[in-house]
């Protein structure tokens, strides 16, 4: 089975900071709008949006695996999209992650006013495989999906 690497890219190495969480217990579907979101945002910018997700105050819009999602009145018109959640427990993890990978970026010496996401992706992760016995000794599946994030932060 092949092994993970981060990404390749075309800056300085010096000038990165890295992150990842693995078998994070969210949605593959929540996760990848959210990365999608914040994806070439300023750090403090990103983190002030997911902030305001987290409160409600704004939605976060969904592009993909939107069926059933409603149209929202506090959706910015820069994302041109109608649709939208607020999917907290995907954003709990990736502010976990964007700390992390905030604090690789200060122990670098990179200066935190000018870093930027260069990258972050969701990818599916493990499923863990569980059965529920019910009557007459039959049992039912029931899994748990488990998703990985990673980052990249660079310096503008």
């Given at each position: 089975?092949a092994g993970?690497?981060?990404?390749?890219?075309?800056?300085?190495?010096?000038?990165l900071?890295?992150?990842?969480?693995?078998?994070v217990?969210?949605?593959?579907?929540d996760?990848?709008?959210?990365?999608?979101?914040?994806?070439?945002?300023k750090?403090n910018?990103?983190?002030q949006?997911?902030?305001?997700?987290?409160e409600?105050?704004?939605?976060?819009?969904?592009w993909?695996?939107s069926?059933?999602?409603?149209?929202?009145?506090?959706i910015s018109?820069?994302?041109?999209?109608?649709s939208?959640?607020?999917?907290?427990?995907?954003i709990k993890?990736?502010?976990?992650?964007?700390?992390?990978?905030?604090?690789?970026?200060?122990?670098?010496?990179?200066?935190l006013?000018?870093?930027?996401i260069?990258?972050?992706?969701?990818?599916?992760?493990i499923?863990?495989?569980r059965?529920?016995?019910r009557?007459?000794?039959?049992?039912t599946?029931?899994?748990?999906?488990?998703?990985?994030i990673?980052?990249?932060?660079?310096?503008?």
């Amino acid at each position: 089975m092949a092994g993970w690497t981060y990404p390749k890219l075309d800056i300085d190495e010096n000038k990165l900071a890295k992150a990842v969480i693995k078998n994070v217990p969210a949605s593959i579907r929540d996760l990848y709008n959210v990365c999608k979101a914040i994806r070439g945002m300023k750090l403090n910018d990103a983190k002030q949006f997911l902030n305001n997700v987290l409160e409600e105050k704004e939605a976060l819009p969904f592009w993909k695996h939107s069926h059933g999602a409603s149209h929202r009145s506090n959706i910015s018109p820069k994302w041109k999209v109608k649709s939208g959640r607020y999917p907290k427990k995907a954003i709990k993890y990736v502010l976990k992650v964007l700390e992390n990978a905030e604090n690789n970026a200060n122990s670098k010496g990179l200066d935190l006013e000018n870093v930027k996401i260069v990258h972050i992706a969701a990818h599916k992760g493990i499923i863990l495989k569980r059965y529920m016995p019910r009557a007459f000794g039959r049992s039912t599946r029931k899994y748990r999906y488990t998703s990985h994030i990673e980052v990249i932060l660079g310096e503008v």
